[in-house]
């Protein structure tokens, strides 16, 4: 899942995603908000229920931020919070949001933009996975 206000980024993250065919299923969200009111709708225990296995979220939107969605997020059922892996991805580098954002259960910040190097390590730190070359 994305979740970026930005749909310059979006578009952006979504053809680097699609490019290193890393996913099956791409959804976007543009705040946190939207973000949280689709993960209560994707991760019910039915049928056609599944969490994302990764949300690369921005912190800085309107409606709702990152750091507001990660407090609605430790809302929800422990065993939905473990199955999801959480990355910040900013522009913002500042050490107080990259230690706010430990503090949430985030797994990892990281800067923007989006590389194939960033999402190597994500998949390799946290899926056990390595991209392959084409």
Same mark, same amino acid.
């Given at each position: 899942?994305?979740?970026? @206000?930005d749909?310059?980024n979006? /578009?952006?993250? +979504?053809?680097?995603?699609?490019?290193?065919a890393?996913? =099956?299923?791409?959804?976007?969200?543009?705040?946190? +908000? =939207?973000?949280? @009111?689709?993960l209560q709708h994707?991760?019910?225990?039915?049928?056609?229920?599944?969490?994302?296995?990764?949300?690369?979220?921005?912190?800085?939107? $309107? #409606?709702?931020?990152?750091?507001?969605f990660?407090q609605? &997020?430790q809302?929800?059922?422990?065993a939905?919070?473990?199955?999801?892996v959480? #990355?910040?991805? *900013?522009t913002?580098?500042h050490?107080?949001?990259?230690?706010?954002? +430990?503090?949430?259960? #985030?797994s990892? /910040?990281?800067s923007? $933009?989006l *590389?194939? @190097?960033?999402?190597?390590?994500v998949?390799?730190? &946290?899926?056990n996975?390595?991209? *392959?070359e084409k």
């Amino acid at each position: 899942m994305l979740v970026d @206000d930005d749909p310059v980024n979006n /578009f952006l993250n +979504q053809r680097l995603l699609e490019g290193l065919a890393v996913t =099956e299923q791409l959804i976007v969200a543009l705040n946190g +908000q =939207e973000a949280f @009111d689709m993960l209560q709708h994707h991760c019910q225990p039915s049928p056609d229920g599944a969490c994302p296995a990764l949300i690369l979220l921005d912190v800085n939107m $309107p #409606v709702m931020n990152g750091f507001e969605f990660l407090q609605a &997020y430790q809302q929800l059922p422990l065993a939905q919070q473990k199955a999801i892996v959480i #990355v910040m991805l *900013t522009t913002s580098l500042h050490p107080a949001d990259a230690a706010r954002a +430990q503090q949430l259960c #985030v797994s990892d /910040f990281l800067s923007k $933009p989006l *590389t194939k @190097d960033k999402i190597n390590g994500v998949l390799q730190k &946290y899926f056990n996975n390595i991209l *392959t070359e084409k």
